[in-house]
């Protein structure tokens, strides 16, 4: 659940050039547009994907087992001593048939890809519908249901031309149409994220070209194109259903859908006539295994046993149990390395009676809230908790995000308790004989909440020791995901630990301005902060964009605004007769040349 | 017989008509808005569309009104939509009602073989080793969270020995482990209970003429004496019943099996609220039938039983 | 809650006034086995939560990361947890909130349950009526149903968890309660306390109340520990008590994830529930045994 959906790509942006052929060829012709798309092509991931959430989202919460891995970092390294990392080694031809199960801690919320808000959904969804564009595992931008996209001078128009010969799991055949109907099915106000275009709209030059045209220029929005959320979709299957997928997605994918028993399972089997456009796939056409089995188990020690009896080819491993399997001989892991999602704290804002934003007392004094940033010990959280499966990140910017350097980490917080107790003795909260500071016969007492779940619970309850050794009085509570996405911004609680998983650097100013997020109303609160965000969407160039981002950011962290923790690395458990699965960007799963050995 | 089960029959109508009353009103008490949580509280939802999908639920109406409209559905079998599945409540619980019926009625049958036969066994060697250290296990099994006893099963019959399946309900293989934890508790409690009934059973006079008559053992046991000791036996399966019933939300849940607990389970963490409804409307439904069914067994058993009510 | 009806309806317990009965329990409980080792196992516990603060070596609730997962050696009798926190500590603190969750929410129980079964039972007539549809309605919610649903209205939590598991089990104290009154209002003593002009209420609870005990303390003794486990199996579905309280349920549900590797974390709080909920059951059968009028004759 976290609050924001994101691409991924980890990619250090200043190294990075445009590889796709078509692409680049009918950019370079034009040198403003060159910039735009160094821009874009940097940010790649970067789609504000305007998530912000309502129910749960596409986050991915840091090491949770509650969650599920994709749209995390994007370059899949298996341990060398991986059985099954090289098909050469594990010699022989892929064998073809069987069914892949998979195993998942929740389930699917909705199987409408322009609907749904979990990756549970979207880890389905992503193998049965395709977008125009997508990212490879190097997070280059990649042609997937196009030839080729152009960009006008002005940048406002996109002109996209269809590839040919694609077919729909229904047997209708893709076209311009089809494109321009998906796109804004994505972008209306049923959809998961209505208005993620930027106000773009669609029109069908020929059967087989659609121009999307925007109102102003925007660096971000060629990445909404390759969001999950924006998977193309046939209209007459559409229409066929009354407007509702949610049972029943159907796309261009490798993988057809079959069956869907809300609570237990979803099934996939391969579409015999998928031609695949990826060059860092070797499978040309139809999937290798006849199905995909996707299994949801709530319990981690049942699915636990299953991946160690073969029961489940692949589970997220929780992080307290990637150590056990180390060395394993019937499984290994694949950890993704570069993760893209930011684990952070922040207190809580609300509506006060005169319709401005404020935090909750006693969170509406900077110094109590920089008081917290001080005490915690982040660190040993990393090492206690996580395994050291996480990477310290002080700034708002996860690392792998196209407008992080390393000048983010200037910001922020060190572990440096007795700063906090002088922060909070200036602030005129007094250390008191229960150790619970007070001031004018107050208690510093909060209420803190993170989602439910053992990952979780373990963070939050290190997190209330630190904040109570300090003199906080903390009570913390994990709540059930849905409950916590739906009353976290009630007033029930002042602070809350969460994740958001956005690549494009303007997720600083979502952070700051989107109302479904625990820090949602900093705009609101710091007409500073709002100002040099919001420049950050009038550049292309996205060494300014980053400075931009880096000043906001800066703003937002050392106001105590927001709490950065950490960017969580997920590790996958894979059975050992599971061979050549891939992941793609964002640690999405590819399961095309992927077979079941004997 | 036909009019006592009929007089049974009557007698649990005003029953269901209570709990229809008291789910209803459950749902009702829960703090939050129903619409919020359906949409997820997001900024995103307009007021409009919230406003739409209360008078779609009939959440504007009084509640009276809703109650009316409330058992018009019910009595067209009509649950309501799950939230989070747009799929209808009574197809939910139709599909998972199948599994929890072989997993609860495994579960049963061992509880009785089980349970029986160790109480018997239990009862015919008072005092013995057999005894004690039947009943000892019996006092720990009662002791046991069935979530630990089911995840050691696992990690003992799956991960060890690889017998049996971890998880799911492909094959009746799948039963096997999740019935066991099940009835692991009842039996325990009935083997107990069947002991010290049989064991005044046994004591009394018609055992010892059927023993002067010179009967075989094994038929003044299990012909006579035992007859004897079955209300108190139906009586307490009766009452496990409900202990399996639910226990199957927590058994199910560490089993990943496919049934009406782990439904529940999962509508609980997801709020989804027409599901909770019909899972303890219906939980409660086939509790009753069962115990209605238990006092039809009677009327068998004791025929006094039948005019006495 | 099914063992309590269980042993209501097995045990055919009648009231029993005289002194003599009394002291034949109470040598009964002295030579029963079961009732020893249970009040010896229950008293131990008891004083330990008692005097938690001195017996335990550790602070129950301080995190010291550099000493998780240490396993059980002369300075940590039960090992250390994931957050380095002495698990014999914990466990000690524990029973208070175990021990607290099963008498509580028994309390409630039985509190509720005998206002409604002595009322309904004593009256009669349309307040019997009404009292014994509310009972059978809440009979229809078998197990955990009822408590499930009250915790699904409240949320999580100690307390609401021992609220729903205390209103969840009224019923069947009612039950138990109703057909004792049934059958000893129109016995002598009630109808000379009537006679000398005492009130309802006086009759209710100096003569009868005193009169259903037995049959009631059996049952309960035995539901202590019933709700202990009840309260375990709320916390495996994350209904339960809130970290860090080191309530055993909540203990075990949360060491689960380490059973593999670190045994100990899981294994001491799960012991501690079997060994306490086995401590009640010896106790009530102990009780049970010794209030069997069979056998007095």
């Not at chain 1, 939050?460 to 916590?484: D, H, K, R």
Request: proline share 5%; aromatic share 8%.
């Amino acid at each position: 659940m976290s609050m924001i959906d994101r691409w991924d790509s980890s990619v250090d942006f200043m190294t990075r050039s445009i590889e796709i052929p078509e692409l680049s060829r009918s950019l370079a012709s034009r040198r403003k547009f060159l910039r735009l798309s160094a821009a874009v092509v940097a940010s790649l991931g970067a789609l504000p994907l305007l998530a912000a959430c309502g129910g749960e989202d596409d986050e991915t919460p840091a090491g949770s087992e509650a969650t599920s891995p994709p749209d995390v970092g994007p370059t899949a390294t298996a341990p060398t001593d991986s059985p099954t990392q090289t098909p050469d080694e594990a010699g022989g031809e892929p064998r073809r048939g069987g069914t892949i199960v998979q195993a998942e801690v929740a389930d699917a919320d909705n199987l409408d890809p322009h609907r749904y808000y979990t990756t549970f959904s979207s880890n389905v969804i992503n193998l049965v519908c395709e977008r125009v564009i997508q990212l490879t595992p190097d997070l280059e931008l990649e042609p997937i249901l196009l030839d080729s996209i152009e960009v006008s001078e002005d940048a406002l128009i996109y002109t996209m031309h269809v590839r040919e010969g694609v077919k729909f799991h229904n047997g209708d055949t893709l076209d311009a149409e089809a494109i321009a109907f998906s796109h804004a099915r994505a972008d209306n106000e049923l959809a998961a994220y209505p208005g993620q275009f930027y106000g773009a709209t669609w029109e069908v030059v020929d059967p087989m070209t659609v121009n999307m045209i925007m109102p102003e220029p925007n660096s971000g929005v060629i990445l909404i194109l390759a969001f999950t959320g924006c998977g193309i979709v046939p209209p007459n299957a559409v229409a066929e259903m009354n407007d509702d997928m949610s049972q029943h997605p159907i796309g261009t994918g490798p993988f057809m859908f079959k069956e869907w028993v809300p609570g237990d399972h979803a099934t996939l089997v391969a579409f015999d006539e998928y031609q695949n456009p990826r060059p860092w796939i070797e499978n040309p056409g139809r999937p290798h295994v006849d199905e995909i089995l996707i299994r949801v188990i709530l319990e981690e020690q049942t699915q636990i046993a299953e991946l160690e009896t073969g029961g489940v080819h692949l589970i997220l491993m929780p992080s307290q149990q990637v150590a056990r399997f180390e060395g394993n001989d019937d499984a290994y892991l694949i950890r993704n390395e570069q993760s893209t999602t930011t684990a952070y704290l922040a207190p809580v804002t609300q509506e006060q009676a005169d319709g401005t934003h404020d935090w909750i007392e006693p969170f509406n004094d900077q110094a109590v809230r920089q008081a917290v940033g001080w005490a915690l010990n982040v660190d040993e959280i990393i090492e206690g908790v996580l395994g050291g499966l996480a990477v310290r990140n002080r700034s708002t910017l996860p690392t792998g995000n196209p407008g992080y350097s390393e000048k983010f980490q200037d910001m922020g917080f060190e572990y440096d308790p007795d700063r906090a107790k002088q922060l909070l003795d200036e602030a005129g909260w007094v250390a008191s004989s229960g150790g619970v500071r007070e001031k004018d016969g107050q208690r510093l007492s909060i209420v803190f909440w993170s989602q439910a779940g053992a990952t979780f619970e373990r963070i939050g309850q290190l997190v209330q020791n630190y904040l109570q050794q300090v003199g906080f009085e903390v009570v913390y509570q994990g709540i059930e995901q849905a409950i916590f996405v739906d009353r976290r911004l009630s007033g029930d609680c002042h602070l809350v630990y969460s994740t958001y998983n956005w690549n494009d650097p303007d997720i600083v100013w979502w952070l700051g301005g989107d109302t479904s997020l625990p820090s949602g109303h900093y705009v609101k609160i710091n007409p500073e902060f709002d100002e040099i965000a919001q420049q950050g969407w009038l550049v292309t160039e996205l060494d300014e964009r980053g400075d931009f981002y880096y000043q906001a950011s800066k703003i937002m962290v050392e106001d105590g605004a927001m709490i950065p923790l950490w960017n969580p690395v997920f590790v996958d458990g894979v059975r050992a007769e599971l061979k050549d699965f891939k992941h793609g960007a964002q640690g999405r799963r590819f399961f095309n040349d992927a077979y079941l050995e004997g | 017989m036909g009019r006592y089960i009929l007089f049974r029959l009557v007698g649990s109508i005003p029953v269901l008509m209570g709990v229809v009353i008291a789910v209803f009103m459950m749902v009702r008490l829960v703090p939050g808005d129903p619409v919020k949580i359906l949409t997820g509280g997001g900024a995103r939802v307009t007021q409009e569309q919230q406003d739409a999908l209360r008078r779609q639920l009939g959440l504007d109406q009084p509640l009276p009104v809703q109650f009316v409209s409330f058992v018009g559905n019910l009595s067209r079998g009509d649950l309501g939509t799950s939230y989070r599945s747009k799929r209808p409540v009574s197809d939910e619980i139709r599909s998972r009602i199948p599994n929890s019926a072989k997993l609860a009625g495994l579960a049963l049958l061992i509880t009785i073989v089980v349970g029986v036969l160790t109480g018997v066994i239990a009862s015919t060697h008072k005092g013995s080793l057999v005894d004690l250290a039947t009943m000892f296990v019996a006092t720990i099994a009662v002791s046991v969270p069935g979530f630990w006893f089911g995840l050691m099963l696992i990690l003992f019959f799956s991960v060890r020995l690889g017998w049996l399946p971890v998880s799911g309900a492909d094959s009746w293989k799948n039963l096997i482990l999740p019935a066991a934890t099940l009835g692991l508790r009842s039996s325990a409690v009935l083997a107990r209970v069947t002991r010290s009934t049989m064991l005044d059973v046994l004591s009394q006079d018609f055992v010892r003429t059927a023993r002067a008559k010179g009967l075989r053992e094994r038929i003044v046991i299990y012909r006579h004496a035992l007859r004897n000791a079955l209300i108190p036996i139906v009586t307490l399966v009766g009452l496990e019943l409900g202990a399996l019933l639910t226990g199957t939300f927590i058994v199910e849940t560490v089993f990943a099996y496919p049934g009406l607990g782990l439904l529940g389970i999962q509508a609980l963490q997801t709020r989804d609220f027409p599901l909770i409804q019909g899972i303890v409307l219906v939980t409660a439904t086939i509790y009753v039938v069962a115990n209605l069914c238990v006092d039809v067994l009677y009327g068998f058993l004791d025929p006094r039983i039948r005019y006495m009510s | 809650m099914s063992v309590v009806q269980a042993h209501s309806s097995l045990l055919g317990l009648k009231e029993r006034e005289s002194r003599s009965f009394a002291s034949i329990v109470r040598r009964r409980l002295a030579r029963s086995y079961h009732a020893v080792a249970g009040a010896t196992i229950l008293g131990a516990i008891a004083l330990a939560a008692l005097f938690a603060p001195i017996v335990a070596p550790a602070d129950p609730l301080a995190m010291t990361i550099e000493d998780q997962f240490q396993a059980p050696s002369g300075k940590h009798l039960f090992g250390t947890d994931e957050f380095g926190r002495d698990i014999l500590t914990r466990v000690i603190y524990g029973a208070r909130y175990s021990l607290r969750v099963g008498v509580l929410a028994t309390l409630i129980a039985v509190g509720g349950g005998t206002l409604l079964g002595l009322t309904s039972g004593y009256f009669g007539g349309w307040i019997d009526g009404l009292g014994q549809k509310l009972i059978d309605v809440l009979l229809a919610f078998p197990g955990l149903l009822l408590a499930l649903m009250i915790i699904a209205i409240l949320g999580t939590g100690l307390q609401n968890v021992l609220l729903a598991l205390g209103i969840g089990g009224i019923p069947y104290y009612a039950r138990l309660m109703r057909g004792q009154v049934l059958s000893l209002k129109e016995r002598e003593f009630v109808e000379a306390a009537r006679v000398i002009g005492a009130g309802d209420t006086r009759i209710m609870l100096r003569h009868l109340f005193p009169n259903t005990l037995s049959p009631l303390i059996v049952v309960a003794s035995i539901d202590l520990g019933a709700n202990i486990l009840a309260a375990a199996a709320l916390s495996f579905i994350g209904l339960g008590a809130q970290p860090p309280t080191p309530e055993w349920g909540a203990m075990l549900s949360a060491g689960r994830d380490y059973m593999r590797d670190q045994w100990w974390i899981a294994t001491f709080p799960g012991l501690a529930i079997v060994v306490t909920v086995l401590g009640f059951n010896l106790i009530g059968d102990g009780l049970r045994d010794a209030l069997d009028p069979r056998g007095l004759e």
